[in-house]
């Protein structure tokens, strides 16, 4: 559970990211495609060029990007209902500032008003009992 929760502030980073980037889609430079038809209504047959932009790699692009927001999201999602389960309230409030916010223990402590020696204490005993 450790080393899923130091992935947690880059996996919100990350989400960000692929939805810019998924909304971003919406300006897709699409390829450029050409074809030729032949019109029969004035009897005989007329080529008509037909040109425009194709979107075969913009559906492609879009659902694989939806689906790596969609598994950031249900692992963000994990990790902080498991956050949320932890009962004691300074021990989650220290756990969401070291894992969320990416504060350092030292910028903790002082955030907390604890010495840092204290949050190091109680961050040794949460992962000792935990694991």
Not at 65 to 85: F, N, P, V
Not at 93 to 98: A, G, K, Q, S, T
Not at 100 to 127: C, D
Request: include cysteine.
């Amino acid at each position: 559970m450790k080393k899923r929760l130091k992935k947690l502030k880059a996996l919100i980073k990350e989400a960000e990211h692929l939805q810019s980037e998924y909304n971003d889609l919406i300006c897709f430079p699409k390829e450029p495609v050409q074809d030729a038809v032949k019109d029969y209504r004035t009897g005989y047959p007329h080529t008509i060029p037909i040109v425009g932009y194709g979107d075969s790699d913009y559906i492609d692009i879009r659902q694989r990007l939806y689906e790596k927001h969609r598994q950031i999201q249900k692992e963000i999602a994990y990790l902080e209902k498991w956050l949320d389960s932890v009962s004691d309230p300074e021990m989650r409030d220290i756990l969401r500032l070291l894992y969320i916010n990416g504060l350092t223990q030292e910028e903790i402590a002082e955030e907390l008003g604890y010495s840092v020696r204290t949050v190091k204490r109680k961050l040794h005993m949460f992962w000792k009992d935990v694991l």
